[in-house]
């Protein structure tokens, strides 16, 4: 039915109270029961951003979430779109990343089950979400979608940050309504703040310790506490390692910064053998303990904003807060407690102890043929410009790039799903114009082909580089390495560079030796952009597999 503009429906409130809650861009892909939402962004003044799969929007609003630290909201329809968008927020929620999905519903009278045989029917959409999402919550009329959308975005700033749906019915979004529009929605997410004592507590712990280490995980990076975090280290003349996801929490330079080889076994020992050990915004996870071989023999203090991950995995004096809150408090609690002989002493002692652990990091790398792979990420990071955002599929690169990448970078090892780098990267790019670059092997490629087509359309400044060893190039080097041969890793692809200019953006394959300046040129150059490097490369021996 055709709607003039002084006829307002329930998707017009949709769209009012996202522009009122602060968005500015949401993503999306229509569907049959979504069409009310999509009508109404026409008379909105939300920039819409479509993909090409239900998929790339979730990736896509991540990346953009990601980039702005705010929520990023996004328009599905219902069955089979909305379950498309459960892999990319399995990822959001490992990573704490703040997304709205809003996806439509069957009409109100085929809920809760009742069989009317709509298309995409299911007896309860939601269940499939709730173990994935924060929140999600199902509106039943019009005067419901704004406290809805609201109460949604605040819980998805709410430490720990995270995605939350809200499902919308069909007959719901279309219907007229008489609701004044949407001008004014306020949030206040809940400050998750310390408990007095246990700062008080870890405050003593770690200026008495002769020997304090910090892991800083990825709750550092998304609460914003870098800041805290190196008063915090340079009080207590403290080392600190990073997570693979904290990348850009501690400068990389710095002389207490241990890096991120979290997989070396040089650095486990050295976390383990700290007398006060200090873990903040990470539960020590597979990754970020090594495989589960790192085992403190000190006091370990841990800060963490998720309730389920506080001495999930290492028992210790547990601090239930956000990141930056705790951080803060906790340098003001150590400030000055250190004499300044005590201070002197410990300074040298601790900066050495970092160089002896780097050294020998080093120097197992050095004793392996690995000069392809360490001149290829050292190539990337001379090319990319110093602001700009990356971000990287699950592909050996990627895997080098947690270890080795000097500078902050955004990977899917939240929840480990192939297909993250372009549709986040151009979800980046859409918030913050560009250049962003998007990194992925030939395997995690072919699920993201479709979204040339979107970059082109909305003339997005990313540049992708795709790494074509012909399969799964890290699960082939598993398998070999576990079974001694491989099975299902081998993979006909297209040639990306040919595709990718039928798709109307510019591409070139280059080499190892010209990857820099070809790179280099191609995040120089305005608009979207596909280099294709043919390498076969290899992982670093591992560690926790010894003994």
């Known amino acids: 039915m055709s709607r003039g503009q002084a006829v307002r429906t329930g998707g017009d409130l949709v769209v009012e109270s996202l522009a009122a809650l602060g968005a500015t861009t949401v993503f999306g892909e229509p569907g049959q029961h979504a069409l009310g939402l999509f009508d109404a ?25 990601r980039a702005t630290g705010s929520v990023t909201p ?12 459960l892999p990319a927020l399995m990822e959001s929620r490992a990573a704490a990343v703040p997304v709205l999905a ?22 309860d959409q939601a269940a499939a979400f709730r173990d994935v999402v924060k929140s999600a919550h199902v509106v039943w009329t019009a005067g419901q979608i704004a406290p809805a959308l609201a109460e949604a975005w605040e819980l998805a700033l709410t430490a720990p940050a995270g995605p939350v749906l809200v499902e919308i019915p069909q007959d719901v979004l279309l219907a007229e309504t008489g609701i004044p529009a949407v001008t004014e929605l306020r949030v206040a997410p809940r400050p998750l703040v310390p408990r007095a004592e246990l700062v008080a507590a870890a405050a003593d712990l770690l200026v008495r310790a002769a020997d304090p280490v910090i892991l800083a995980g990825g709750g550092v990076v998304r609460a914003g506490a870098q800041a805290a975090l190196l008063e915090l280290a340079q ?27 979290l997989e070396d076994r040089h650095l486990t020992a050295f976390l383990e053998e700290a007398d006060v050990l200090l873990v ?111 971000f990287w599929d699950m592909t050996i690169l990627a895997y080098w790039a947690w270890s080795a990448w000097p500078r902050p970078m955004e990977s899917a090892q939240g929840a480990g799903g192939l297909g993250y780098a372009l549709p986040a990267a151009l979800g980046a790019a859409a918030a913050t114009g560009g250049p962003v670059l998007a990194v992925s092997g030939d395997g995690g490629a072919m699920y993201g082909l479709a979204e040339l087509a979107t970059l082109h359309q909305h003339r997005l400044d990313v540049t992708w580089l795709i790494v ?6 890290i699960l082939r080097e598993y398998m070999t ?20 200019a039928a798709f109307g953006v510019p591409a070139r394959r280059t080499t190892p030796e010209n990857l820099e300046s070809d790179l280099a040129r191609a995040l120089r150059t305005p608009g979207p952009s596909v280099v294709v490097l043919p390498a076969t490369l290899r992982m670093f021996a591992p560690t926790h597999l010894a003994g």
Not at 41 to 65: I, K, M, N, W
Not at 74 to 85: E, I, K
Not at 358 to 367: F, P, Q, S, T
Not at 468 to 473: E, R
């Open 102 to 123: 809003v996806s439509s519903q069957i009409p109100a009278d085929g809920l809760g089950g009742r069989r009317k045989g709509y298309l995409h029917e299911l007896p």
């Open 280 to 390: 903040v915004g990470s539960g020590l996870g597979e990754l970020s303990s090594n495989y589960h071989t790192m085992r403190p023999r000190g006091r370990v203090v841990q800060i963490e904003a998720d309730l389920g991950k506080l001495e999930s995995n290492h028992p210790g004096l547990a601090v239930h807060a956000d990141a930056r809150a705790a951080l803060e408090e906790l340098a003001r609690a150590v400030k000055g407690a250190r004499t300044g002989r005590d201070r002197a002493v410990a300074q040298p002692a601790a900066r050495s102890a970092v160089r002896d652990v780097l050294g020998r990091v080093a120097a197992r790398l050095d004793a392996q043929d690995l000069a392809l792979e360490r001149s290829l990420l050292a190539a990337i990071d001379r090319a990319l410009p110093e602001q700009a955002l990356s």
């Open 74 to 85: 996004f328009l599905v329809s219902t069955g089979p779109g909305a379950l498309g968008t």
């Open 41 to 65: 962004l026409r008379r909105s003044d939300l920039r819409y951003v479509g993909c090409r799969t239900e998929l790339s929007v979730a990736f896509a609003a991540d990346g953009h979430a």
């Open 468 to 473: 074509d060893d012909g399969g799964y190039g």
């Open 481 to 500: 390495d576990a079974f001694g041969a491989a099975t299902g890793t081998e993979l006909a692809r297209p040639d990306f560079a040919a595709l990718a």
């Open 235 to 261: 009080e207590l003349n403290a080392p600190v390692a990073t997570t693979f996801g904290a990348k850009g929490a501690f400068p990389w330079e710095h002389p207490l910064s241990l890096q991120s080889w």
